[in-house]
């Protein structure tokens, strides 16, 4: 199984910064099939990022992925304040089929 | 718009069992895998469980297996989670997800419903 560990557990961040949010796998993802989620308190996740890079349906164009293999980076850049929030990656495999999520990693506002 | 609802969830003692729902709208449902994920409030996520378009390919995290079987009805757009032996271990916010495929392992979750909550206490 994969194993996907998120750095730094915390960032603290203020308005009009840039964030960079890492995950790193502990094999290579295959595809790259990596995706990225955004979970606000109270709510359920959102799909941010999908194949490592490419943004899903709606998603501003402030949030970009990248990677590949084991190293994968979600760069959002000037932030605003409804982007504090929990950021997870996440990865599937189909043999045997199954998906794994990193721990997450908080965005909060310094 | 693609909606989820989930349903079903509970305070359990431990030992026993739990069916939970998920009803599906907005979407063609037998074209896609559909997948339960569960959070212990505060905490991460963690994928349960999750079977193909038309239940050909089920799979199960380690933590369930055996005590858990999903299933899907996709002529009342449902998918749900039979619980059994339920422990401690197992309290969590569960929710349903739409892969964005019909096929199981291979990719990711593109819409969510708000979860059910999962309370197995003595």
């Known amino acids: 199984e994969i194993v996907l560990t998120q750095s730094p557990v915390t960032l603290s961040l203020s308005p009009g910064d840039t964030a960079t949010l890492s995950c790193r796998a502990s094999q290579s993802v295959s595809h790259n099939f990596l995706a990225w989620y955004q979970q606000k308190p109270g709510q359920a996740p959102r799909l941010l990022i999908h194949?490592?890079?490419r943004r899903a349906t709606d998603i501003p164009d402030r949030f970009s992925g990248s990677g590949s293999g084991t190293d994968f980076t979600l760069t959002i850049s000037r932030v605003e304040a409804e982007d504090f929030a929990v950021y997870y990656c996440?990865?599937?495999?189909?043999?045997?089929?199954?998906?794994?999520f990193g721990q997450g990693t908080k965005l909060e506002i310094k | 718009e693609v909606q989820l609802v989930e349903s079903g969830g509970a305070l359990v003692q431990p030992g026993t069992s739990l069916r939970l729902s998920c009803a599906a709208s907005?979407?063609?449902?037998?074209?896609?895998?559909m997948h339960w994920v569960r959070q212990v409030p505060g905490k991460g996520l963690e994928w349960v469980s999750g079977?193909?378009?038309?239940?050909?390919?089920?799979g199960y995290a380690d933590s369930v297996k055996g005590r858990f079987t999903i299933s899907r009805d996709n002529a009342k757009k449902s998918v749900f989670l039979q619980m059994n032996s339920l422990r401690a271990e197992d309290t969590a916010l569960y929710y349903c997800t739409k892969d964005v495929s019909g096929f199981v392992g291979n990719y990711y979750f593109d819409s969510w419903g708000q979860g059910t909550l999962v309370t197995v206490s003595s």
């Open positions: 907005g979407f063609t449902f037998d074209d896609y895998a």
């Open positions: 079977l193909s378009w038309n239940s050909g390919t089920i």
């Open positions: 194949h490592a890079s």
């Open positions: 996440q990865q599937s495999g189909d043999s045997p089929p199954g998906y794994t």
